[in-house]
């Protein structure tokens, strides 16, 4: 936990006060384009270099890769259901070693999981669930591309309702592709209590970076969950990537927001929404739902389920349209 | 049996040039196999595949050894470490590589491959035709069926199985379909690639002898800090972003939305653009709001 009362801590207001200096540094495997490493690039300057952090298997395992890597500090490695055990056995190590004397407080680092939807959503629910309980003072990443990507775009938990993956391919009796509805991970951690919860984009920079600022003055579990466009898995040309993390905001889709001990906050609230077709419309994994028929019915469903979220958020916030 | 190799970057699309090929030797009678390199590719990072064509049963199985053709779909991986294309190469080999540049420069850069080379530029090609950049699958796919002797009926046949599966809209399929005519008509002026005599012998891949190693040796533990830069992504990139000075407003919005961190800011607030590192996203292009970034096609 760092000071409160630190001026670094203070709430950025434009663009010009993000840290120029880089602790992701380039020269990764991971595909030109990506938008969750560019969220991570940006929080990781909150960070700063003294860190670790703790990888599960998926897209960011590429990262560092032998004899490669883009971090100043250090980097753990785990498999995909157990990188906030590993968190759990990395804080524990530390405490005791501080407690000992034999690493000095002032080197303590921040404990950092990073791992993407399949592991978060699906895999790691259960010792996530565990380090969380157990009040584990650690950062939580989730790089959320809705489909385990690293394999090729199988479906996850995370994949919305009508997108179409390797494994939820487009038929005469799905025509909507992915069926189900995506799992509500936020509403599921913040069941939890826990210190810190907050959703980012990278394309909201300030928002994020401010998000980081304010969890980094807390102790206990801060979790993250990352809006990361991917022009590999969701099949659109990578210079798009911020246009559809802007587009999932102001469609609504994706809604960004923050639970401090459980109270949830919109953190942005677009005065009108945009139909959602804007943000679907255009990537591949969606094209099924205008070519080569318009499927008017599922189309209909996602704008319907956004348009129910947002009336609940007005509804139970009274906040003015 | 004929053995071919495609070597590209992710997202180039020769694992599916390969299955073109594949599926068009298997539309014309032929027993086919083929395969890419499955491992850590991203688009960008040096991928391969592999492709057997026979008249009987294929038995063998894995990497391409010793190919007859291969197909280069980027001239940077040529001398590529990671790549190696034209490892296994030798006098009675051809080599077909997608470049700007002519023969005898391409020859200058791999002065001890003795075999024929071919090269041509399909990007150029496949741009006129389709928009695309993906659209080298079907330039090269098709130019591989042609240098192996297939009919163009058979190489459309094979493309179409391939189009089927994909996500691309109608035109676009129709544009693929006008991209193959075009290669294919151009490609007919090689002399097709011979079967070897001995071609029917299996290879041998040989062993690695593995060793024991304590595992602070022998474990994948990386003891440096923040080398990731030394691998030099930079070779990645199709396009180049390239700022026009007078244009920039040093309002930083590329520099803070640049994923890759490969642009930074310099003394006077100006960006950057490491072209060491630049994997060529071109999001910087398209976020530019002053638009004073220009694309130019990277020429090696």
Not at chain 2, 61 to 80: E, K, Y
């Amino acid at each position: 936990m760092s000071d409160p009362t630190s001026p670094e801590l203070r709430a950025i207001k434009n663009l010009k006060q993000i840290a120029r200096e880089e602790f992701i540094l380039p020269g990764t495997a991971i595909c030109g384009g990506c938008g969750g490493l560019a969220a991570l690039r940006l929080a990781a300057k909150v960070l700063g270099p003294k860190t670790v952090f703790v990888n599960a298997a998926g897209c960011f395992t590429l990262l560092a890769t032998f004899p490669y890597t883009p971090f100043k500090g250090s980097w753990l490695y785990t498999t995909m259901a157990s990188a906030a055990a590993g968190a759990q056995g990395v804080r524990d190590a530390l405490d005791v070693l501080i407690a000992r004397g034999k690493v000095a407080a002032a080197d303590d680092v921040e404990v950092v999981v990073v791992a993407g939807d399949g592991s978060t959503y699906d895999m790691a629910l259960s010792a996530t669930s565990g380090a969380i309980f157990r009040g584990l003072d650690f950062w939580y990443f989730c790089y959320d591309n809705e489909s385990y990507g690293n394999t090729g775009m199988q479906m996850s938990s995370a994949t919305p309702y009508g997108a179409r993956t390797l494994t939820t391919p487009v038929g005469e009796h799905a025509r909507a592709g992915t069926e189900h509805g995506k799992k509500d991970l936020f509403e599921i951690w913040r069941a939890h209590r826990p210190a810190y919860l907050a959703t980012v984009s990278p394309r909201f920079p300030i928002d994020l970076t401010n998000k980081f600022l304010k969890a980094k003055q807390l102790r206990g579990p801060k979790l993250f969950i990352a809006h990361a466009p991917c022009p590999t898995g969701w099949l659109y040309d990578p210079e798009l990537t911020a246009d559809y993390a802007r587009l999932a905001v102001e469609t609504g889709i994706f809604a960004l927001k923050e639970a401090v001990d459980g109270v949830v906050t919109h953190t942005y609230v677009p005065r009108r929404h945009r139909p959602v077709e804007e943000y679907l419309r255009g990537q591949g994994r969606y094209r099924h739902l205008f070519e080569p028929v318009r499927n008017e019915e599922a189309i209909h469903k996602i704008q319907e389920q956004v348009d129910r979220y947002w009336a609940n958020v007005h509804e139970t916030t009274g906040a003015a349209r | 049996m004929l053995r071919i190799r495609f070597h590209g970057r992710g997202g180039q699309g020769m694992k599916t040039a390969s299955r073109i090929l594949g599926s068009a030797a298997f539309r014309a009678g032929f027993c086919v196999q083929d395969s890419p390199v499955y491992g850590a590719e991203r688009r960008g990072a040096p991928m391969a595949a592999f492709t057997r064509i026979d008249r009987v049963q294929i038995r063998e199985r894995g990497a391409i050894v010793r190919p007859d053709l291969v197909v280069v779909a980027d001239d940077t991986l040529l001398t590529d470490p990671a790549a190696q294309p034209l490892a296994g190469c030798d006098a009675e080999s051809t080599v077909l590589v997608n470049s700007t540049r002519d023969e005898a420069a391409l020859r200058q850069e791999v002065p001890a491959y003795t075999g024929r080379l071919l090269t041509a530029d399909f990007t150029a090609v496949a741009l006129a035709t389709t928009h695309a950049l993906a659209s080298l699958s079907t330039a090269l796919g098709v130019a591989a069926a042609c240098l192996v002797g297939l009919s163009l009926a058979d190489s459309l046949a094979g493309l179409d199985d391939e189009l089927t599966e994909s996500h691309m809209s109608m035109a676009q399929k129709e544009a693929n379909r006008q991209l193959a005519q075009t290669v294919y008509a151009q490609a007919s002026s090689w002399a097709p690639v011979r079967e070897r005599e001995d071609s029917r012998i299996a290879e041998t891949a040989p062993l690695v002898e593995v060793t024991f190693d304590p595992p602070r040796l022998a474990g994948p533990s990386i003891y440096a800090v923040g080398n990731s830069p030394q691998r030099r992504t930079g070779n990645w990139r199709q396009f180049r972003p390239v700022l026009q000075v007078e244009r920039c407003t040093r309002c930083w919005i590329c520099f803070v939305r640049c994923p890759e961190a490969a642009i930074s800011l310099d003394a006077q607030e100006y960006p950057v653009v490491d072209y060491d590192e630049c994997k060529g996203c071109l999001l910087c292009v398209h976020e530019c709001p002053t638009h004073a970034f220009t694309v130019e096609k990277e020429v090696r």
